[in-house]
């Protein structure tokens, strides 16, 4: 019976603190709502990034195009073709990376999907994923910038 006492006591305890502090361990609606429109922002400010990244892309497109129409050497005119091949894949591919960032987005925005503690880590992991893969993607088109530089050079050279 003295066992009982003890036992119960800090049983009731336990069922007060719970009773009286709700939410202890479930996440405040708030708090997840605003974690919700902080991703949403983000991935937002990615798509428009990576429109601007498509643009960029679709405008060095558009001057390989013309190197290529005013260049007589053979040789130059298939590396700027190749040049050009290469720019459009990029583009295709800053297209799809948009595509995917739209749907990732649609996703944040259902509260449903984002209720689950494990679902909304796994959501803010793929959100970091896209915004490196958009960084790599710059990158990538920083250095065909350069490339496309090099090789306009050194057609004015030849």
Do not use: W
Request: with cysteine.
């Amino acid at each position: 019976m003295k066992f009982r006492t003890p036992v119960l006591s800090i049983i009731t305890g336990f069922m007060l603190m719970f009773m009286t502090v709700p939410g202890l361990f479930a996440q405040q609606p708030g708090n997840q709502q605003q974690m919700q429109q902080q991703m949403q922002q983000q991935m937002q400010q990615m798509m428009q990034h990576m429109t601007q990244t498509m643009e960029k892309v679709q405008q060095m497109n558009q001057q390989m195009n013309q190197q290529m129409q005013m260049t007589q050497n053979e040789q130059m005119q298939n590396q700027y073709r190749m040049m050009h091949r290469l720019g459009e894949d990029m583009g295709m591919l800053a297209g799809n990376m948009k595509n995917t960032m739209e749907r990732c987005n649609l996703m944040l925005q259902d509260r449903d999907m984002l209720r689950d503690r494990d679902m909304q880590k796994d959501m803010d992991q793929l959100r970091q994923r896209l915004q490196d893969m958009s960084k790599q993607m710059d990158d990538a088109v920083q250095t065909m910038e350069r490339m496309t530089t090099r090789l306009r050079d050194h057609t004015t050279t030849d």
